[in-house]
């Protein structure tokens, strides 16, 4: 019989990184990611029609995923970017 293999505790444990509403700051964002080799997801999501005054009128928010082994590369990478970019960015800290 052949045992299965065991994962690792960190497989499918994926936790946020950041959230922006900005499109170009998050096909920026996606770039450098991709630029460093730091594997994530990036999801639009909807925002309802009575919270967007908390997000100024946006009706979409971008939010950016990896693993939870590379969160902290992830962060130290973020800090590549330029500043106007990276004060868009809503980081989401673990």
């Not at 909807?46 to 969160?71: E, W």
């Not at 990276?86 to 989401?92: C, G, K, Q």
Request: charge should be positive; proline fraction near 2%; include cysteine.
């Amino acid at each position: 019989m052949k045992k299965k293999p065991k994962l690792s505790k960190n497989v499918g444990r994926d936790v946020v990184l950041c959230e922006t509403t900005n499109r170009i700051v998050s096909n920026r964002t996606s770039d450098l990611l991709l630029e460093q080799s730091v594997a994530f997801t990036k999801s639009w999501r909807r925002i309802p029609f009575f919270r967007r005054g908390l997000y100024n009128g946006a009706d979409k928010l971008c939010v950016i995923s990896i693993n939870r082994t590379q969160y902290s590369r992830a962060r130290r990478i973020l800090y590549l970017l330029e500043e106007r970019d990276y004060n868009r960015l809503h980081l989401i800290v673990i």
